[in-house]
């Protein structure tokens, strides 16, 4: 029973991180470090994504999924560059 508190807590905090909100001001916050070609990569997440979920904002919800592009394919293709950007990020 002692852990469940911890585990619950731990699933809070991912969740936070996960929301749409959240990736959003993620990348918000590593716009002005991004080169051209990671921009080109958010945008073209962002154009993809659709309207997104009915009760959310269009806009958070494109930028998110424009980040998530971004951030997969940087995990693919250049992880050191993602690791970089990451350590901008306050995660803690």
């Given at each position: 029973?002692?852990?469940?508190?911890?585990?619950?807590?731990?699933?809070?905090?991912?969740?936070?991180?996960?929301?749409?909100?959240?990736?959003?001001?993620?990348?918000?916050?590593?716009?002005?470090?991004?080169?051209?070609?990671?921009?080109d990569?958010?945008?073209?997440?962002?154009?993809?994504?659709?309207?997104?979920?009915?009760?959310?904002?269009?806009?958070?919800?494109?930028?998110?999924?424009?980040?998530?592009?971004?951030?997969?394919?940087?995990y693919?293709?250049?992880?050191?560059?993602?690791?970089?950007?990451?350590?901008?990020?306050?995660?803690?």
């Amino acid at each position: 029973m002692a852990h469940e508190g911890t585990i619950q807590e731990l699933h809070k905090r991912a969740v936070a991180l996960v929301r749409a909100e959240a990736q959003s001001e993620a990348l918000a916050k590593l716009e002005p470090l991004l080169n051209a070609e990671e921009l080109d990569w958010v945008r073209r997440g962002r154009n993809a994504c659709g309207r997104g979920p009915r009760r959310g904002d269009p806009s958070v919800y494109g930028r998110a999924s424009g980040f998530e592009t971004m951030v997969g394919w940087l995990y693919l293709n250049q992880p050191e560059r993602l690791q970089q950007l990451f350590h901008q990020l306050d995660l803690g």
